[in-house]
């Protein structure tokens, strides 16, 4: 597994909502960020890690919610950024979800739009077929990461990080 497989996995695993079985899983997902051979994403994914450490757990859950639940600029769900109408974001749910049929997965139990499962998706399928879902998410991901960064939270460091994967600086990392 290269470096940007490994990042998706470990940003996925990051976005994900910090419940209890989420904190028992911390500890091994952060000893994988060590193998992460880019120096930069490595370091920025292990002082996320620390934050979340140094962070009360209850504060760290609300601040979850606030963000990603709570709020129409920084929710996990692709689809929902800039679009008119239902008629315009059930189209863009087609396309997040044929990102998984075209590649052999599906989503049962999750919206294809959720930015964890785009992530995962793009941590098992072909480098170029993972450079297409990347291009195709990058522009709202850009839009969360602006938002997170014009609230001066500590996830716009996350998705600097899946943005450099996005972009492309994981070749220097394999």
């Not at 189209?91 to 995962?120: Q, S």
């Amino acid at each position: 597994m290269d470096d940007a497989q490994k990042i998706a996995l470990i940003a996925s695993f990051l976005l994900r909502y910090p419940d209890e079985s989420w904190y028992n899983e911390l500890g091994e997902w952060k000893a994988d960020t060590r193998s992460v051979e880019h120096p930069q994403l490595r370091q920025g994914l292990l002082e996320f890690f620390d934050y979340i450490e140094e962070t009360d757990r209850k504060a760290f859950e609300d601040q979850y919610v606030r963000i990603f639940d709570f709020s129409r600029n920084t929710t996990m769900y692709l689809s929902t950024y800039e679009l008119q109408g239902t008629g315009e974001q059930a189209e863009e749910l087609v396309k997040y979800k044929a990102f998984f049929l075209e590649n052999g997965y599906d989503l049962p139990k999750e919206m294809p739009d959720y930015i964890p499962a785009i992530l995962e998706l793009c941590a098992v399928i072909e480098p170029e077929k993972a450079r297409e879902v990347y291009d195709y998410c990058k522009p709202k991901l850009e839009y969360i990461r602006d938002r997170l960064i014009e609230a001066k939270l500590t996830y716009a460091f996350l998705f600097d990080i899946i943005l450099s994967v996005a972009n492309g600086l994981e070749d220097g990392a394999r």
